[in-house]
């Protein structure tokens, strides 16, 4: 099956948010998958037969034994600080329990939040090429995919998930990049300060698995009022059902805890909550981001505010419009267009092609998407030269360096080892070499 053949297949579209994760086919209207992004290890040493058994759980199995279970999530703020675990859960989305999928077989779009690090972007596609070989993958901002599931192109998004809350001004397809506003708070932070707020009165829950209680809480009977001062009364409580079905009685820690997405002060942020927006899913919040738009917005200007139902899975299915076009086909980034923009990262850092030294041509086997190689049989000499002299591991190392730190300093040991291989082998071109 050749490259293009690969490519044409359905691709796997993949929500990688910090609390949730999405996964499905392209060009359905739904993910298949949806489960928290967390791995559970169990707390105690299994000592008898019929205790739980294995090391680590993921998705539906995680959820249900979490209370056994310590619990870790490999994703902070959108970033993430956990490879080993981040890459178990992408295995575990492939799998027989969720798409069934072989990942060769099917390329992949991968989505993140805006102003991440280039770092993280790298070490994604590295693994995703490496480790689960896919024949093509692209990695777009969640932004741009949500306004593409409104069938718009142009306008604002206001995006809060479980680590970050960003705005993006989008027009014509394209993220005004200079406008975009990040907050580093977002669902987890509401999390934590009702669990503090709970403390409060009189209810702990300390345990990684509890956290995941008061997380349910927030989600089933968190609001937000328009005006806190003015609608707050004390005698106002909802009841919530634990897991072992005691009742556990919420006082206005229910109300409270959401207002940080308004409020970032309220947990020693300082950034501008007004102007980042909240989780979208909490009762009222339509009406309180409305109210507080129009305190910011000219007399003459309409302000306008679109939250569609599906919005919780928004992101997703503008991936999943998205990568079914015939047309997208062209964008995919296959595994030897990635390793290319490394490669001559690699070479450009040697000195090597330049006027005053240029012992070969910029010649890679996977350079030959970025235009660097004349013609195959070039490329193919070049390869041999290296793998002849014994350098093409030290060229490797240099490249793998460098998806890990993603700084040249800290990849000095490599370079110099890969340069003493190279360069004295390396004084004539290839085609030279030849005729010699």
Same mark, same amino acid.
């Given at each position: 099956?050749?490259?293009?053949?690969?490519?044409?297949?359905?691709?796997?579209?993949?929500?990688?948010?910090?609390?949730?994760?999405?996964?499905?086919?392209?060009? &359905?209207?739904? !993910?298949? =998958?949806?489960?928290?992004?967390?791995?559970?290890?169990?707390?105690?040493?299994?000592?008898m037969?019929?205790?739980?058994?294995?090391?680590?759980?993921?998705?539906?199995?995680?959820?249900?034994?979490?209370?056994?279970? /310590?619990? %870790?999530?490999?994703m902070?703020?959108?970033?993430?600080?956990?490879?080993?675990?981040?890459?178990?859960?992408?295995?575990?989305?492939?799998?027989n *329990?969720?798409?069934?999928?072989?990942?060769?077989?099917?390329?992949?779009?991968?989505?993140?939040?805006?102003?991440?690090?280039?770092?993280?972007?790298?070490?994604?596609?590295?693994? +995703?090429?490496?480790?689960?070989?896919?024949?093509?993958?692209?990695?777009?901002?969640?932004?741009?995919?949500?306004?593409y599931?409104?069938?718009?192109?142009?306008?604002?998004?206001? $995006?809060?998930g479980?680590?970050? /809350?960003?705005?993006?001004?989008?027009y014509?397809?394209?993220?005004?990049?200079?406008?975009?506003?990040?907050m580093?708070?977002?669902?987890?932070?509401?999390?934590?300060?009702?669990?503090?707020?709970?403390?409060?009165?009189?209810?702990?829950?300390?345990?990684?698995?509890?956290?995941?209680? @008061?997380?349910?809480?927030?989600?089933?009977?968190?609001?937000?009022?328009?005006?806190?001062?003015?609608?707050?009364?004390? *005698?106002?409580?909802v @009841?919530?059902?634990?897991?072992?079905?005691?009742?556990?009685?919420?006082?206005?820690?229910?109300?409270?805890a959401?207002?940080?997405?308004?409020?970032p002060?309220?947990i #020693?942020?300082e950034?501008?909550?007004?102007?980042?927006?909240?989780?979208?899913?909490?009762?009222?919040f #339509?009406?309180?981001?409305?109210?507080?738009?129009?305190?910011?917005?000219?007399? *003459? @200007?309409?302000?306008?505010?679109?939250? !569609?139902?599906?919005?919780?899975?928004?992101?997703?299915?503008?991936?999943?419009?998205?990568?079914?076009?015939?047309?997208?086909?062209?964008?995919?980034?296959?595994?030897?267009?990635?390793?290319?923009?490394?490669?001559?990262?690699?070479?450009?850092?040697?000195?090597?092609?330049t006027?005053?030294?240029?012992?070969? &041509?910029?010649?890679?086997?996977?350079?030959?998407?970025?235009?660097?190689?004349?013609?195959?049989?070039?490329? $193919?000499?070049?390869?041999?030269?290296?793998?002849?002299?014994g350098?093409?591991?030290?060229?490797?190392?240099?490249?793998? =360096?460098?998806?890990?730190?993603?700084?040249?300093?800290?990849?000095?040991?490599?370079?110099?080892? +890969?340069?003493? =291989?190279?360069?004295p082998?390396?004084?004539? /071109?290839?085609?030279? /070499?030849? %005729?010699?």
């Amino acid at each position: 099956m050749s490259m293009y053949d690969v490519i044409a297949n359905q691709p796997v579209v993949i929500d990688n948010g910090s609390g949730v994760i999405k996964a499905g086919f392209a060009g &359905e209207q739904m !993910p298949k =998958c949806r489960f928290p992004n967390f791995v559970g290890r169990p707390k105690h040493v299994r000592v008898m037969a019929g205790a739980l058994e294995g090391d680590i759980f993921i998705g539906p199995k995680a959820e249900e034994y979490r209370g056994l279970l /310590s619990l %870790k999530y490999p994703m902070e703020h959108s970033i993430v600080t956990d490879w080993n675990d981040m890459e178990r859960v992408w295995q575990y989305v492939y799998s027989n *329990d969720q798409l069934k999928a072989e990942p060769s077989e099917h390329p992949v779009l991968l989505t993140e939040a805006p102003l991440n690090p280039i770092s993280n972007r790298e070490k994604a596609a590295e693994i +995703f090429f490496e480790t689960f070989n896919v024949p093509a993958l692209y990695i777009q901002m969640q932004a741009v995919l949500s306004l593409y599931s409104s069938g718009r192109t142009t306008g604002v998004v206001l $995006d809060c998930g479980d680590g970050v /809350s960003h705005v993006v001004p989008i027009y014509e397809g394209f993220a005004i990049e200079h406008g975009i506003q990040r907050m580093d708070v977002a669902g987890r932070d509401v999390t934590r300060y009702l669990r503090l707020l709970l403390r409060k009165e009189g209810h702990i829950f300390h345990r990684t698995s509890e956290f995941e209680i @008061v997380r349910e809480i927030k989600e089933s009977k968190c609001r937000l009022l328009s005006n806190v001062y003015k609608e707050e009364t004390s *005698d106002t409580k909802v @009841v919530h059902t634990l897991p072992d079905g005691s009742k556990l009685e919420v006082g206005a820690a229910h109300y409270r805890a959401p207002e940080v997405l308004f409020r970032p002060d309220l947990i #020693g942020e300082e950034y501008d909550g007004v102007a980042h927006g909240g989780s979208t899913m909490f009762p009222g919040f #339509g009406d309180r981001l409305l109210a507080e738009m129009r305190k910011l917005a000219p007399k *003459d @200007v309409k302000v306008r505010i679109l939250a !569609p139902q599906e919005r919780l899975y928004s992101t997703w299915i503008g991936g999943s419009i998205l990568a079914s076009l015939d047309t997208f086909r062209k964008i995919w980034v296959s595994k030897q267009i990635n390793f290319a923009t490394m490669f001559e990262n690699v070479w450009a850092k040697l000195g090597w092609g330049t006027t005053e030294q240029k012992p070969i &041509e910029k010649t890679t086997p996977e350079a030959q998407a970025a235009g660097w190689a004349k013609d195959k049989d070039e490329e $193919d000499r070049v390869e041999k030269m290296i793998r002849d002299s014994g350098c093409w591991d030290h060229h490797l190392a240099v490249v793998h =360096c460098m998806f890990d730190h993603n700084d040249w300093r800290k990849c000095q040991n490599e370079l110099t080892v +890969f340069k003493t =291989c190279m360069l004295p082998k390396t004084r004539t /071109s290839p085609d030279q /070499s030849n %005729k010699t």
